[in-house]
């Protein structure tokens, strides 16, 4: 069975969870680096996605009481201690042996949820036997593509639905991309596929093909149109997570925030929103949250820290995102998730316009 190795010590001198990319690049070769550090075309969807939250202030409520933050979230009939999970990400042991394993215990330690990858470089069996039994962990999903081989994407869901995974997250808008050739250190490879497996772009019969094919609920990844999150919510799925996939798919592509603000006024209620894309700090997730998403999920910084520091590394990251989350509530006279809302937003002065945020009284 994968094991992780002897806990690492942080490095010195980290504060925030930006302080780990430095961290990070220092110990990676060039070629992992470039992997991890990826980005579409010239890099404008990358560099929209931080300067869309950027662009919102936060309005602070004062004398409020404030004794203690509440940051516990339920989402699908599940609860779990904080808004976060850590967001799918490929062959993660690129980055450190540790890889998915030691991200998702340190994702249990820190009471987040966990998305595995198709592509990761553990199995999903040994991710779930590491952090399944652990009481206070976040939610455990698998992140799916859809192969061109049906039954092959079926294996793949009877595998997860086995192993105890609690959702299954369709990757919708990442199947065509420009080819990025990798050479692979040697035993490192996607252990889920079929060194010939082939990705299909799916569409909504397929989304209605595997809604019929499983129990577990269906979360759609990758959204950034409201008409299309509309037509989500008629075809069933249990949540949308609002995506243009960190910036590595389609350059000029919206912002994560802008499309999660327009997609939140078309829904409402009628469907759960995540959101993932530039998120650096525990200011962003409340950001996220006051836009309408109810969790975030956290690539390139988790994945600076288990590059930096292994399992502990990630977990520290973790931690200081709900850190900064809760302390950013507290100056914000919020106690408790439900108390925030669009309100708590405004533009920064000369920052990017929002005019078709209407929502609440962001403004």
């Not at 995974?165 to 692979?184: F, H, I, K, M, S």
């Not at 243009?244 to 829904?267: F, K, W, Y």
């Amino acid at each position: 069975m994968n094991r992780v190795g002897a806990l690492e010590p942080l490095p010195a001198g980290v504060r925030t969870p930006a302080d780990y990319e430095a961290h990070a690049r220092a110990r990676l070769d060039p070629q992992a680096w470039n992997f991890i550090d990826d980005q579409a075309g010239k890099g404008a969807t990358r560099r929209g996605n931080r300067q869309a939250w950027d662009a919102l202030a936060l309005v602070p409520r004062v004398l409020r009481p404030v004794a203690k933050v509440d940051t516990r979230v339920e989402l699908l009939g599940r609860q779990w201690p904080s808004p976060l999970l850590v967001a799918p990400m490929a062959l993660q042991a690129i980055a450190h042996a540790d890889g998915e394993l030691g991200m998702s215990l340190a994702a249990a330690m820190q009471g987040a949820g966990m998305v595995l990858a198709t592509q990761s470089s553990i199995s999903m069996e040994a991710v779930a036997q590491a952090v399944g039994s652990e009481p206070s962990r976040g939610p455990l999903w698998f992140q799916l593509y859809l192969l061109q081989d049906r039954e092959a994407t079926l294996a793949l869901v009877r595998r997860a639905e086995a192993a105890g995974y609690e959702a299954l997250v369709l990757t919708v808008d990442a199947a065509v991309r420009a080819a990025r050739p990798l050479q692979l250190p040697p035993g490192l490879r996607a252990v889920h596929l079929d060194p010939k497996a082939t990705f299909t772009p799916p569409g909504w019969d397929d989304v209605a093909w595997l809604r019929s094919r499983t129990s577990l609920p269906l979360i759609l990844k990758g959204v950034l149109h409201p008409d299309d999150a509309i037509e989500a919510a008629g075809a069933g799925v249990a949540a949308l997570v609002v995506s243009n996939h960190g910036g590595r798919v389609l350059d000029g592509a919206t912002s994560s925030a802008a499309a999660l603000a327009r997609i939140a006024e078309a829904v409402g209620d009628r469907l759960p929103l995540l959101v993932d894309g530039g998120v650096r700090s525990g200011i962003d997730v409340l950001r996220a949250l006051a836009l309408g998403a109810r969790a975030v999920l956290v690539g390139r910084p988790a994945l600076h820290g288990l590059a930096a520091a292994g399992a502990a590394g990630a977990a520290h990251v973790l931690r200081l995102l709900r850190d900064e989350l809760e302390l950013a509530m507290a100056q914000c006279g919020l106690d408790n998730l439900a108390a925030i809302s669009p309100g708590l937003l405004s533009r920064h002065p000369g920052a990017m316009a929002w005019p078709w945020i209407s929502h609440g009284n962001c403004q």
